[in-house]
């Protein structure tokens, strides 16, 4: 009609590779150094970047991405779901928390799951709920943290004070008072700092950010132990280890006796954010309205997504594959450590892997990234692996290939960071205790 404004629908294009690379560098913080290279989308185990290059993905978002990227019964839910609705708050309920929360009570065997948006939060739930249950059953003296030497558990302040790498904890001093740090599989040192006092210890079954160390069954049967004998919470950080990595439920599964307490995030919506802890009857029923809480954790979308990831996990049988594809894995790289003086050993278990060198794994982690294989480094000197749960034998094998090339073309470092000369001398002990 004369005198009305015309609309017009607009699709916002995305920007250039350079552009996006440009404009990040100068307006995002600086937290990250990143290639220049901006990935745009991907399918299954498989990354392609603004050029149109492909890469074989073993890195999986730091183990977030589990089902690889653009999963067509996720992108069938995230769709549905979109039309419907993303949000209404906790202040309601939503037809997917209930049956999400029932499902991961059945994976875990515990009884109660509050959600979260991320994995640090959900530690620092599991914080709170060791705090108020030993508050009410004990009162406030009952209040140290125990956690261990290796330990990464995530950046807000109850959770970097529990994380053991100081580059992590000294820029935010002083932190939360109470957390204390035991030596990795070190029962006598456990033993020595577990007191009366002591409200929880929380440990990762396999640290990852640590360099893919396993907690050894002694010392979890002892901490279990402890926190019987002392009415602490145990509880497992399984965020990058749990939800299947390992060719299990949950890691904490290979050890007899259970947590009390367990936070989990990574995979848990396939790529959206979403965490949760779970924790037996006895430590939730001391929480009541008002308590604790949260605005976005578990909301419709992110918990449909959740639950048709582990409803995927289980029909598809992903489980037995992380399983047959981490034996092939760290076959192919033990062969390949014969090759290559400098691979000192293999470890991990499912597809979590750890690739440890003598020397600093950075160069080695760059030359993949030009190879077409995505990796990280973590701790200087463990190349870390985490592919997604439906890699296939075949990318095995290439991934395997183009390792070879990229141990066999990198210049050797000649020498390693004072950093992380220790922590390797810290990580032998830890493997020689667990032996």
């Known amino acids: 009609m004369p005198g009305q404004r015309k609309t017009h629908s607009r699709k916002t294009a995305s920007p250039s590779g350079a552009a996006a690379i440009h404009e990040a560098e100068r307006y995002l913080a600086n937290t990250y150094k990143r290639p220049k290279i901006v990935f745009t989308h991907g399918k299954g185990c498989v990354l392609y970047d603004h050029r149109g290059r492909a890469y074989l993905d073993f890195l999986g978002g730091i183990a977030v991405n589990a089902l690889g990227h653009a999963h067509p019964r996720l992108v069938r839910t995230i769709r549905r779901e979109a039309g419907r609705t993303t949000h209404v708050s906790n202040l309601f309920h939503n037809p997917y928390q209930g049956p999400l929360a029932k499902k991961l009570a059945k994976w875990s065997g515990l009884d109660r799951v509050f959600f979260t948006n991320s994995g640090t939060e959900a530690v620092e739930a599991a914080l709170k709920l060791a705090r108020a249950y030993a508050h009410a059953k004990h009162g406030a003296g009952k209040m140290r943290i125990l956690a261990l030497e290796n330990s990464f558990h995530g950046r807000t302040f109850g959770a970097v004070s529990i994380t053991w790498p100081v ?220 592919p997604p749960f439906i890699v296939k034998s075949a990318q095995i094998k290439d991934f395997l290939r183009r390792m070879e090339t990229v141990f066999a073309k990198t210049k050797k470092p000649e020498t390693k960071t004072a950093d992380a000369a220790h922590a390797e001398s810290r990580r032998a002990r830890a493997l020689a205790a667990a032996r």
Not at 219 to 229: D, M, V
Not at 326 to 348: H, N, Q, S, V, Y
Not at 353 to 381: F, K, M, R, W
Request: include cysteine.
């Open 167 to 386: 580059k992590y904890r000294q820029p935010f001093e002083p932190l939360v008072p109470g957390a204390e740090f035991v030596r990795l599989n070190d029962t006598a040192d456990l033993e020595s700092k577990f007191t009366d006092s002591v409200c929880a210890i929380v440990i990762e079954p396999v640290q990852g950010e640590g360099g893919i160390l396993p907690v050894s069954e002694t010392f979890w049967r002892r901490a279990r132990e402890l926190a019987t004998q002392h009415d602490a919470a145990l509880i497992a950080d399984e965020i990058q280890c749990g939800l299947g990595r390992t060719g299990r439920e949950f890691a904490y599964q290979r050890f007899a006796g259970a947590p009390d307490i367990a936070v989990i995030a990574k995979p848990l919506a396939g790529g959206l954010p979403l965490g949760a802890m779970l924790a037996r009857e006895s430590f939730a029923s001391i929480l009541s309205p008002g308590m604790h809480g949260t605005t976005f954790g578990g909301g419709p979308l992110v918990c449909a997504v959740a639950l048709e990831f582990l409803t995927v996990v289980e029909e598809e049988n992903l489980l037995a594959n992380v399983r047959a594809r981490g034996a092939e894995l760290r076959e192919g790289l033990a062969a390949l450590a014969k090759k290559f003086d400098f691979i000192t050993e293999i470890r991990g278990e499912g597809l979590m892997v750890g690739v440890q060198l003598s020397v600093d794994g950075n160069p080695y982690v760059a030359e993949a990234l030009a190879q077409g294989v995505v990796i990280n480094c973590t701790h200087e000197t463990t190349l870390r692996l985490l």
